[in-house]
């Protein structure tokens, strides 16, 4: 559990290799998912520089093909977050694979991650230096299957850090670009449910209450058969008894 702990710690701070360390611990000492550590450890590698040395020698892609091996069922069941890390990691099976963006800070956002490092805005301010400058190579690359995807996955992750540093406005303008692309993602299809809960909850801290509870019927009426749709369920439940709103309530879904 402090290695876990650690990890994350460290995944804040954006010290990839430290990180990795505490990941490769976990999948030597650790039963819970070996898939997930082996995923982390592929992606803190996928973070440096791809002139810097790797630890042990160890090479990103291979580890992300390693991943779906270690797959394992608890109570006849794989962790969500372990289907999670298996699919993403597909995308390396190709023999020229497009990398990942920012996998940690996806599979953070996956942990509440950004909720974490609300009250750090320095934290807040080195993470969204690092998806500028993925955003910044997502546009200099040729447009690919991914492309989209991948640019939705910034603009939903820029909004959080937007929303943490108080520019609610920018944060709102992040989100709808995803929303706006919706029809256009083909991969990762948990990212609009997702984005209009955040939406939602931007709403609610600005006090637009009605607005809140639309959106959040939308995201739990409007999308079925996405990754960690249980986790995301649970999040628009929570909310919407917050707000004493009625869970089954039929509002106009449709926005």
Known sequence: MCYWELMWCFTY???WKIAYFYADLLS????WSKAMYVYMKAAYLSMLPKDESRPFGEDEVEL???????????????????KFAIRKARRYKASCPVRLPVPVLEMMYMWNGFSMISK????????????????RSLL???????????????????GLCWKNQGQLTAAEESFKKVCSSEKKIKFDHYLVPNTVVELSLLYI?????DEAIKLLHKAKQNYKDYSMESRTQFRIHASLAKLKADPGEDDDTHL
């Open 13 to 15: 701070k954006r010290g």
């Open 205 to 209: 801290d600005q006090g637009r209450r």
């Open 64 to 82: 992300f093909r390693q991943v779906p091996t270690f797959k394992q069922k608890i109570a006849g069941k794989s962790p969500p977050t372990e």
């Open 140 to 158: 200099e690359s040729p447009e690919n299957e991914y492309s989209v995807d991948d640019r939705c996955l910034i603009h939903l992750l820029k």
């Open 120 to 135: 750090r805005p320095e934290l807040t301010e080195g993470l969204m230096q690092t998806l500028i400058e993925a955003e």
């Open 28 to 31: 030597k000492e650790s039963r």
